[in-house]
């Protein structure tokens, strides 16, 4: 289980984050919701460890691991707009992504669930920005990870693609992994999430299981917020 | 760890045409000077020149583009079970596995093939120290600066500084206070500019030293050659390692 | 048993005494050995001469030293007689008019901290001439104290060099007039060729190279001559002082490298004339320093450090017909007035442009470098020998000269190297 206790934030006087705790559980998948600038990315970034905290933990296991990296090997992370070294081919890049995790052996599968077999002989800078985003998924899951955390998953893919990694996404919570995943599409979160917290300004705005949710209010929360909001639509 | 990620990130720099141009340029001017200087001791000055200007500027701007443009790559292998050390540890090797690579096939092969003498030793091999000290300045500034602009600027800015603002504060300083006796702060002046170091003994080998009259003198008596080539390493290191501490420290405590 | 041991006794007194024989006969054999060393010195032979013998002294090895010669004589080595003065003093001394010593070898004179020891010495005397001599590891090689109408030609000196204070000079002259100097080779003394005093003498032909010190040095001798020497690779190149009226001709000073060398170091020279010389990698191909009224002209300046330096108690000089070629610094001087006159050479390093077609650029050569300038004013500015700032102050400067001797033009500089 993994989970954020008192998190704060702030560069300079701005707080990114300020005083957040969510437990996130196995088998659930949580949609991390708001407006520009509430401190998702920041969210992530941290119980990824790209963002240190300025003050609270990050706890794995009810274990602090703010600041190390060996928990990162629970972790499959699919970025928002993924990149990797470009004049690398995709077939070197799952080789390096296997050095780097040597623990555990890929699933060997995932490269021709997300169709990347066919430009596996490609530079990265050859892909267009939906195929690296199939790379970028098929590595989130290749190493069965206890925790996925998908950052804005649909916004990039094909129809096609988003549809197989929903399907993937769901097949993980039957695996009892912890999922988590930020989203301005309301249609994505109603699809798959279990439970919603809506971050605003660096706070937790609410935090409800998906059911209970009033659909109404949540998309008043997001008519606060313009560019969202038309989006959502 | 470090070794396998070195290995991928050399590989995806030598595949970086435009190293390979930069390479090529560098083979084009040192088989130049090395074709047309009359005697191997005017190449070895024109190399030391050439060495002096281009190669920190190499060095700086090569590893602060590569940093800036493998920052999201950097953050994805982060997201992986990998140390943030390895990783500072990874670029840096890589880069000055590349430079070092350039540089010898650009510059230093042709010159020992076409103008091999002993004292070439003292022109080439401190340019390596040269790339590990750019290469390291650049690092830590590029940790430092977030946004690419202010990085490379800042970057730029250091070259300029050592390569021209410093010495010509070294001119003001002899020129307003050459009433003084000025040779010993000259010296340790000298010693914290790493360009003026590799500069100043290199020429002490060279026979342009003659020319430096009683300073080269003086130098030579202060420090014997054996111990001068011994200090100026030391030295060149120190600048090789403290911008690296400071970039694995500050990397180590970085938000992206 | 008693028989058998005096018969063997016997036998054995007698093997003894036959041993005893050969063995004293093989000695005296060895001892009545003609004797290979000579039965008279060179000093006993000298003694049984007249003035105005000749003497043809064997080959061989003469060990002996501080041979005094009284009368005049000519003294002739046939095929190379060596003197070996094994170290304990000069070889000839020589204290008489019309004195000739030829053909000899000379080496070994040891040195002395008191006395100046040397292969020949000369004193109070006219009309010597030493020719043809070779002369090996001794202090001083030849000298000539008060000494006038005598020549030394020919000779070959070499000597270990040990350091400035031990050694001595090759050719050493005090007090002179009238001598010829040529045709010697002079290496690895202090100087090569010392004058002090000397005057109305000629130097040609000679090489002096890799002497510790000056190739050439001399000191309140004026009228002399140097033509067609060649003075390559000494300590210090070579420098000449406190004279007038010299000429110096068609000497080549070359590759005098260190950080206190010069082609030819001139120190109040006045009135005097280089011509025709080359000057080749040298730190410095002239320096001159409160020299006055000269004439320098139809050199050939090549790959010097400085090519010419001049110091700011120059006058009058005047410096024209000069090839620059190739010099990290044509001219530098620490003054920024110069009341020198250097119009009319070429310069390689100028980059004018002659639109009359005339052969004399357009526009004047301002042959002082900033950097050049700088050094000569605070020294420490060699620190920066070689650095960027210093091309870009120099560029600076060639463009909009401020610093720099304003009035040290070239006004005519020519488009093309000199052709004499």
């Known amino acids: 289980m993994i989970s954020v206790k008192n998190l704060t934030k702030s560069y300079g006087i701005q707080s990114a984050l300020d005083n957040v705790s969510i437990d996130f559980y196995p088998g659930e998948i949580t949609a991390i919701m708001g407006p520009n600038g509430s401190g998702k990315s920041t969210l992530l970034k941290t119980i990824l460890g790209l963002v240190i905290p300025t003050s609270g933990d990050v706890l794995y296991d009810n274990v602090a691991v703010t600041g190390k990296f060996l928990y990162r090997k629970n972790l499959g992370y699919m970025p928002q707009v993924p990149s990797f070294p470009p004049a690398l081919k995709v077939k070197e890049v799952l080789k390096l992504i296997n050095e780097l995790r040597n623990d555990y052996s890929p699933d060997e599968t995932m490269a021709e669930y997300f169709g990347i077999n066919q430009f596996i002989d490609k530079r990265i800078s050859e892909l267009s920005g939906g195929m690296k985003q199939r790379v970028s998924a098929a590595i989130a899951f290749m190493y069965s990870p206890k925790v996925i955390i998908l950052d804005e998953p649909g916004a990039g893919l094909d129809p096609l693609s988003s549809h197989v990694l929903s399907m993937k996404i769901q097949e993980e919570r039957q695996k009892k992994k912890t999922v988590i995943l930020t989203s301005h599409s309301l249609k994505e979160v109603s699809e798959l999430a279990d439970r919603i917290i809506y971050l605003s300004e660096g706070k937790i705005t609410f935090d409800k299981p998906f059911n209970e949710m009033n659909m109404e209010l949540l998309f008043n929360y997001f008519k606060s917020d313009e560019a969202v909001g038309n989006e959502v639509l | 760890m470090i070794y396998n990620l070195s290995k991928y990130l050399v590989s995806d720099l030598m595949r970086n045409k435009a190293l390979w141009l930069n390479g090529l340029i560098l083979f084009i001017f040192s088989y130049l000077i090395n074709d047309l200087s009359s005697d191997s001791s005017k190449a070895a000055v024109s190399i030391l020149n050439m060495n002096l200007m281009i190669l920190p500027l190499f060095s700086i701007l090569i590893s602060a583009i590569y940093y800036y443009s493998s920052k999201e790559s950097m953050e994805f ?42 004292y070439m030793v003292h022109v080439l091999v401190p340019g390596y120290l040269i790339i590990l000290i750019f290469s390291s300045v650049s690092v830590l500034s590029s940790v430092i600066f977030n946004d690419k602009v ?3 600027a800042f970057a730029i800015f250091l070259w300029l500084f050592f390569a021209f603002v410093y010495d010509s504060l070294l001119a003001l300083v002899i020129f307003y206070f050459s009433d003084f006796n000025l040779e010993k702060i000259l010296i340790v002046l000298i010693s914290l500019n790493p360009i003026d170091l590799y500069r100043i003994n290199t020429l002490l080998f060279l026979d342009t030293s003659a020319m430096m009259g009683f300073t080269s003198a003086f130098m030579k008596n202060l420090f014997g050659t054996t111990l001068s080539i011994i200090s100026t390493y030391v030295l060149m290191g120190v600048w090789v390692i403290i911008p690296f501490i400071v970039s694995l420290r500050l990397y180590a405590r970085k938000s992206f | 048993m008693n028989c058998l041991k005096n018969l063997n006794g016997k036998k054995h007194t007698t093997i003894k005494y036959i041993r005893f024989v050969i063995i004293f006969c093989s000695l005296m054999l060895l001892l009545t050995v003609p004797d290979i060393v000579h039965s008279k010195t060179i000093a006993e032979l000298i003694a049984q001469l007249k003035p105005h013998d000749t003497l043809i002294v064997p080959p061989g090895t003469y060990s002996e030293n501080k041979i005094k010669i009284s009368f005049p004589v000519t003294i002739i080595g046939n095929d190379y007689p060596v003197l070996d003065c094994e170290n304990n003093g000069s070889g000839f001394l020589v204290e008489s008019d019309s004195v000739t010593i030829s053909g000899f070898v000379i080496r070994n004179t040891g040195l002395s901290y008191s006395e100046e020891i040397c292969a020949i010495k000369v004193s109070n005397s006219k009309y010597v001439s030493i020719t043809d001599n070779i002369i090996l590891d001794t202090q001083f090689g030849i000298y000539f104290a008060n000494t006038a109408n005598s020549e030394i030609k020919r000779n070959k000196l070499i000597s270990k060099p040990v350091s400035e204070s031990s050694s001595g000079n090759g050719i050493h002259f005090w007090k002179c007039d009238s001598i010829v100097t040529s045709y010697n080779f002079i290496q690895g003394y202090r100087d090569g060729i010392y004058l002090e005093f000397v005057t109305n003498s000629s130097n040609e032909f000679n090489r002096s190279m890799h002497n510790l010190r000056y190739g050439l040095h001399f000191m309140f001798s004026n009228n002399n001559s140097y033509i067609r020497n060649v003075l390559t690779k000494n300590g210090a190149g070579v420098a000449v002082m406190y004279t007038n009226k010299v000429l110096v001709k068609d000497n080549y000073f070359g590759d005098n490298w260190g950080p206190a060398s010069y082609g030819l170091l001139l120190k109040d020279i006045n009135e005097s004339t280089v011509t025709g010389n080359i000057f080749n990698r040298n730190t410095s191909g002239i320096y001159m320093e409160s020299s006055n009224r000269n004439l320098i002209t139809k050199n050939e300046l090549l790959h010097n450090g400085w090519a010419i330096k001049i110091l700011g108690s120059c006058y009058d000089n005047e410096i024209t017909q000069n090839n620059f070629i190739s010099n990290t610094f044509d001219v530098s001087t620490n003054s920024r007035k110069l009341v020198n006159n ?78 004499k």
């Open chain 2, 77 to 118: 292998i982060l997201t992986n079970p990998v140390s943030r050390f390895s990783v500072v540890v990874s670029i840096y090797l890589s880069l000055i596995i590349v430079l070092s690579l350039y540089y010898s096939v650009g510059i230093v092969i042709p010159t020992i093939i076409m103008n091999g003498t002993g």
């Open chain 2, 150 to 152: 202010k990085g490379i």
């Open chain 3, 342 to 419: 250097i119009d009319g050479n070429y310069w390689s390093s100028y980059d004018g442009f002659d639109l009359n077609g005339d052969g004399i650029g357009d526009i004047p050569h301002h042959p002082v470098k900033l950097f050049s300038y700088l050094v000569e004013r605070s020294p420490e500015a060699s620190f920066l020998m070689k650095s960027f700032i210093v091309n870009l102050l120099d560029f600076a400067e060639t463009k909009f000269p401020s610093v720099s001797p304003v009035d040290f033009i070239d006004n005519y500089p020519f488009m093309e190297v000199i052709i």
